[in-house]
Nanobody, 126 residues
Framework: QMELVESGGRLVQAGDSLRLSCTSS????????MAWFRQAAGQTREFVAS????????YYGDSVKGRFTISKDDRKRTLYLQMNDLNSDDTAVYYC???????????????????WGQGTQVTVSS
């Protein structure tokens, strides 16, 4: 069973950049479509970005388009989220997720992702 561990979350200032990482254990990381979601305190989980298994298709939530970039390094079994120009609305717990292995395409739908990490806290101070 694939396991996901996020890292890189911390307290930053508005306007700063931050890169989150999600490292996978288990085989065949390259064959999973993956995503980042986030959940702010008292709010429902929100789609941030997703990437297909090859990496040729990427989707972004409207609130992060142009500021965030999702990527994956199959050799390192790691998913990344580069976040630029952060603001207080980006404060949340960020979760890494993967679809079941037979689904290779990226989506924006939370219920399509069945494997989840524990999350990493990002706090943006204004």
């Amino acid at each position: 069973q694939m396991e996901l561990v996020e890292s890189g979350g911390r307290l930053v200032q508005a306007g700063d950049s931050l890169r989150l990482s999600c490292t996978s254990s288990g085989p065949a990381f390259a064959t999973y479509a993956m995503a980042w979601f986030r959940q702010a305190a008292g709010q429902t989980r929100e789609f941030v970005a997703s990437i297909s298994w090859i990496g040729e298709t990427k989707y972004y939530g409207d609130s992060v388009k142009g500021r965030f970039t999702i990527s994956k390094d199959d050799r390192k079994r790691t998913l990344y989220l580069q976040m630029n120009d952060l603001n207080s609305d980006d404060t949340a717990v960020y979760y890494c997720a993967a679809r079941d292995q037979e689904y290779l395409v990226a989506t924006m739908k939370e219920s399509d992702f069945t494997i989840w990490g524990q999350g990493t806290q990002v706090t943006v101070s204004s």
